[in-house]
């Protein structure tokens, strides 16, 4: 049976100060607890006046339906986390529980760091987004191009899933237990180029790609000198203070908080039955547009960044104007193209891709976010430019099974999620 550890009444100040100083003393020996945004315990009211008990009710019902191990949400607003939500395990065999300190895969989340990366060498005169990109991916030019030439493409099309590649990066995966996960070195992705072709019109529409993204990766370690892991620790993760974000394999003194990831699948006699596929996997080269791993705190860190939380502080402004002016955070949630099909749409909720970022609306309200998933990871983030609301959630279960005609919890829940920050 799933353990839930829910905080479902954190405007009892009393109770909520115990459980940060209990979670505290009992995990202490692995080290004091990562720097994060400050808890809020004022603004709890505005949670709950938004249904956050509610919320977290339907949050545990979805999961248990779902057959979720696992899972956590976190809300904050202008920096300042309002209220956080554990349930069920990280590791089920081993009994942990999920807990704060929980490390999660971020999967395609990741791709807000390699685009933010592009925008830093873009305001600091290394490139355009209107480059071509053949001169920094020569390679680039075996793909077949049906409407012109490969030299057309730019980092723009690339960053805004609009140049035409394909979306998986591996596409011709069919199950065999030889086929690695991801590909695991360039040479592999040169050598597929030759049998690829770019499906529309460069620049025309959305198209969602997975190796556009490993290219932009390669231009930022063209460009810096640094392997794209290096850069990203060095511009992003260092001065926004995102001490337990690391890529690829878990450290040693991260590894008892790591969750393991879960594949609900069906046997062959039709059982359902939930997979532990371990901690750690390898993405190879895809770490670029899926491998960050983290727990929600610095996520959430990296929230208030997004959201502009100095709180007047010159320092922090400085040190956020440093990862990236806010001017260019909005240029990037620009909408650019539609990503929702015509008969998807409804009024007063659309979709589009900006640059990386997905922009969404809900009545008058526009949404700014990123979803993930690789391996039995989910998650998302959403943020609420106007009222520096944010919401970060993640999930160590994914499902092989045919959709059931409904809703998925994943699905469910985001939705539920947008509305407590609107």
Do not use: C
């Not at 956590?72 to 209220?83: E, F, P, Q, T, W």
């Not at 999660?104 to 290394?126: C, N």
Request: glycine share 8%.
């Amino acid at each position: 049976m799933l353990s839930t550890r829910p905080l479902q009444t954190l405007a009892l100040v009393g109770a909520l100060t115990l459980a940060a100083v209990t979670t505290s003393a009992v995990r202490g020996a692995q080290g004091p607890a990562p720097p994060s945004p400050r808890l809020s315990l004022g603004a709890v009211s505005e949670v709950e006046s938004a249904g956050w008990a509610a919320f977290t009710e339907q949050f545990d019902s979805l999961v248990a339906r779902d057959q979720i191990v696992g899972a956590s949400v976190l809300v904050l607003r202008d920096g300042n986390v309002l209220a956080h939500h554990e349930h069920g395990f990280a590791d089920r065999a081993g009994g942990k529980p999920v807990t704060e300190r929980t490390l999660f895969h971020y999967g395609s989340i990741t791709k807000t760091l390699t685009a933010i990366a592009i925008m830093q060498l873009r305001d600091r005169g290394r490139l355009s987004l209107d480059d071509h990109v053949t001169p920094y991916i020569p390679e680039l030019r075996q793909v077949h191009n049906p409407y012109g030439s490969m030299d057309a493409i730019t980092i723009r099309m690339l960053l805004s899933h609009s140049a035409g590649f394909q979306d998986p990066t591996w596409p011709y995966k069919q199950g065999k237990p030889w086929e690695p996960f991801e590909p695991t070195t360039w040479a592999q992705l040169v050598a597929m180029m030759p049998y690829q072709e770019i499906l529309f019109e460069p620049g025309s529409r959305f198209s969602y790609s997975n190796p556009g993204f490993i290219y932009l990766a390669r231009i930022i370690e063209q460009l810096s000198g640094d392997p794209w892991e290096s850069y990203v620790q060095k511009n992003i993760f260092s001065p926004l203070g995102l001490a337990r974000s690391y890529f690829g394999v878990t450290p040693y003194y991260l590894a008892a908080d790591r969750s393991h990831n879960y594949t609900l699948t069906r046997d062959s006699a039709g059982k359902e039955t939930v997979r532990d596929n371990g901690a750690d996997f390898d993405p190879g080269i895809t770490i670029p547009n899926g491998g960050w791993n983290a727990p929600l705190g610095d996520l959430a860190t990296y929230l208030a960044f997004l959201t502009d939380a100095t709180h007047g502080d010159p320092a922090t402004q400085v040190r956020y104007d440093t990862v990236l002016k806010q001017s260019s955070l909005e240029e990037m949630w620009r909408p650019l193209y539609p990503t929702l099909a015509a008969a998807e749409e409804t009024p007063g909720k659309t979709e589009s891709m900006g640059l990386s970022f997905f922009v969404l609306t809900r009545g008058q309200v526009t949404l700014i976010g990123h979803t993930g998933s690789q391996a039995g990871f989910l998650a998302f983030i959403y943020l609420n430019p106007a009222n520096k609301a944010a919401v970060v959630a993640a999930f160590n279960t994914a499902s092989d099974l045919p959709p059931r005609g409904e809703p998925s919890a994943f699905q469910a829940i985001r939705e539920a999620a947008l509305k407590l920050i609107e």
